[in-house]
């Protein structure tokens, strides 16, 4: 891998979207009407105008790829496990997707909360928790009686 | 109507008490979320966004407005005071700012800072003011084709500056294209990519997508690496800026607040280069030029001109043709949508009070800016003692707030989420966000315009070539595409001889 330049790679990936999008997606999931007389104006023109340019694009950063120093080597974070953080910040995410419609906006957060500001380690874990708490309700207030939106509230315990 | 009738029924729009708290609240939040290390002003007003949905649109636009103009000064805090620009526009600053705070002079570095930006932000809103009206009414000959030459030339533009190479730019403008297809087709009502989803059938949103690209690859980035960025804040000093120090300079902030205000009237360039810009042309002119680099104060007045004074220029191309000229107006674009107006030359026809009222409000900005810029350069070390265990999350919740409150729907966290990761992978290879989310917004229009040329002409594309504005924002696309691909062969060029020399002398 140490020969391969980040260039080359982000061209390879476009040119395999574009082909993706070519020969898969655009005849699978971009539906014309059959009336259409000129190509140019039916709903598949544009997304294959911008297959074709990104495909263009593809191997332009795939040539130049070839000629540049870069390399695909990440930086380094200063502290270690990051990318573990990172799949413990994913699963957070899935999680609190999931519990929005459950737990409700508020009580979901407030876990989202508490889980993140412990993954970043913090260093006051006693203003995260107080803050886990407050800001969600201070933000279920504003949203729900201020703004007039209709804050998911879950099935097991309703705020006023 | 009348230039004295325009400006009376804007005062009416904002002559009241909501209005003009609403910008002094946005200056303060735009100070405050510009001088957090780890936020910047993009994000800033991308998460105060959501707050203004409930207000009047007048009212959530200025709030914004005040938003970015308090960021852009709030980022040279962080820079001058603990080496750290809050936003990218503040890079230049540091170059002189920091030197002088390590002197102990940090106070009249902050000090020149704010001065200059009013300075700046005061010449910059009156080019607004004075090039807006004037801009909108020639874009009022324009019809479909001009528009897709003009939003062609934009987009190329804003690919090619934005990051480090023209054709990762161009990459990363046809993914926001592609994105932008989603959803029904704008003549036949057909499925694009919706896979069956209702969801998707109106698009993705707009929201949901700025706020995954902006805020959520920061919030990964502090995941990444809790510790980054950790500095110590300088003490403020004794001395303070004088009346001969700000004489002294002016030369320098009326110089870079031209620089600002003539590249930021051009779409995608922003106010970090405009800000080098008029830092270096400061030092070429100055008579200290060997001071700047150690300390000069010329170079932060210069640095801070420079890139205040993009601020109020990056709303000539919004307002007057409708076109984002950096993220941030990209963002506010935004907010114009969700209130159900149009930027662009009818809305200089259609809602004249509006465009006043703005013009009234930015001026006013100016006022407000100089007085909480003063607070908050004496109340930065509570802003940075924010712990990051606890901005983090809170930037999370409200990005989950902020973007369920657009239309209600869990949908749109999900999108969002998505959308995050994306522009974090985007990030770590450094592929530009600016020109997906501007391509995002622009795609509808281009394909709109392209569209509509062609049914007026018979599906003929020489109709793209119809007339002198066509053929000069077809000449300016490809006057830059030649500049951008001659300045990065020469830089490439450059780069292996340095190499080749080092290797020699190794």
Redesign the interface.
């Known amino acids: 891998m140490q020969n391969i330049h ?2 080359t ?3 390879g990936v ?1 040119i395999l979207l574009a082909l993706f ?1 070519v020969f898969v ?1 655009i005849p699978n ?5 059959s009336n ?1 007389r ?1 190509l ?2 039916s ?1 598949l023109f ?2 294959y105008a ?2 074709l ?2 495909l263009l ?2 191997l ?2 795939v040539f ?1 790829g070839m ?3 870069e390399r695909l080597e ?1 930086d380094p ?3 270690p496990g ?1 990318f573990f ?2 799949a413990i ?2 699963v957070i ?1 899935v999680i ?2 999931a519990g ?2 459950r737990l409700g ?1 508020v009580w979901t ?1 407030m876990l ?14 006693k ?2 928790l107080i ?2 708490i407050v ?2 309700l201070l ?2 207030a ?2 729900a009686h ?7 509230q879950g099935l097991l315990v309703r705020l006023p | 109507m009348s230039l004295m009738d325009s400006i009376l029924a804007g005062l009416s729009l904002v002559g009241n008490l909501e209005s003009f708290l609403a910008l002094f609240a946005g200056v303060v939040i735009g100070t405050i979320g510009g001088a957090i290390p780890g936020m910047s002003a993009t994000m800033a007003v991308a998460l105060t966004l959501p707050f203004t949905f409930a207000m009047q649109p007048i009212t959530g636009i200025l709030m914004l407005l005040g938003v970015y103009k308090g960021g852009i000064f709030g980022g040279s805090i962080p820079a001058i005071l603990i080496k750290t620009p809050g936003t990218p526009a503040s890079s230049a600053t540091v170059l002189d700012g920091y030197p002088m705070a390590e002197k102990g002079e940090a106070g009249r570095a902050l000090g020149m800072a704010l001065w200059a930006s009013c300075t700046a932000d005061v010449i910059s809103n009156l080019s607004l003011i004075l090039f807006a009206g004037f801009l909108a009414s020639f874009a009022l000959n324009f019809g479909p084709p001009e528009f897709f030459t003009l939003i062609l030339f934009s987009l190329t533009i804003i690919a090619g500056v934005s990051g480090r190479s023209l054709l990762r730019g161009a990459f990363s403008a046809m993914l926001g294209l592609l994105l932008a297809t989603v959803g029904l087709d704008l003549i036949y009502g057909t499925n694009r990519f919706t896979f069956g989803n209702p969801n998707m059938m109106g698009g993705l949103n707009f929201i949901a997508v700025l706020i995954g690209l902006f805020a959520i690859p920061e919030i990964l980035s502090m995941v990444w690496d809790p510790k980054g960025n950790d500095g110590t804040a300088r003490k403020l000093g004794r001395n303070w800026v004088t009346w001969a120090d700000y004489k002294a300079s002016f030369r320098s902030i009326v110089r870079g607040s031209f620089i600002g205000v003539f590249l930021g009237s051009i779409p995608g360039i922003g106010a970090a280069p405009s800000a080098f810009l008029s830092y270096s042309e400061a030092r070429r002119k100055s008579k200290n030029r060997d001071n700047f680099g150690k300390g000069e104060i010329e170079g932060v007045a210069a640095a801070e001109a420079g890139n205040n004074g993009v601020a109020g220029a990056t709303l000539i191309p919004l307002l007057a043709l409708g076109v984002p000229g950096d993220v941030i107006t990209a963002i506010i674009i935004g907010a114009f949508m969700v209130h159900g107006l149009q930027p662009g030359p009818m809305m200089f026809i259609m809602n004249v009070d509006i465009i006043y009222g703005l013009f009234i409000g930015l001026i006013v900005s100016s006022v407000f800016l100089f007085f909480v810029g003063s607070a908050a350069i004496r109340g930065f070390r509570y802003v940075a003692d924010i712990p990051r265990g606890v901005l983090v999350p809170g930037v999370l919740i409200l990005c989950v707030y902020g973007v369920f409150a657009v239309n209600n729907n869990i949908f749109d966290v999900g999108v969002m989420f998505v959308m995050g990761w994306v522009g974090y992978l985007m990030m770590r290879n450094e592929i530009p966000a600016a020109p997906f989310l501007i391509a995002f917004i622009l795609g509808p229009l281009l394909e709109d315009n392209f569209r509509q040329s062609m049914l007026m002409s018979g599906s003929n594309p020489l109709i793209l070539f119809r007339g002198p504005i066509t053929w000069f924002f077809w000449g300016l696309t490809a006057i830059t595409v030649v500049a951008i691909v001659r300045a990065g062969y020469r830089a490439t060029r450059q780069l292996r001889k340095r190499e080749a020399r080092a290797a020699d002398a190794r």
């Open positions: 980040r260039q790679i982000i061209g476009a999008l997606a999931w971009v539906y014309a009407p259409v000129k140019v104006l709903p544009w997304p911008l297959a340019l990104t694009v593809g332009g950063l130049t000629r540049s120093d990440p974070a200063e502290m990051g953080r990172l910040m994913a995410m609190y997707m929005l419609p906006m957060s989202a909360f508490a889980a993140t500001a412990f993954l970043v380690r913090t260093r006051h874990p203003t995260a803050c886990a800001i969600p933000l279920y504003f949203f201020v703004a007039g939106v209709a804050i998911p």
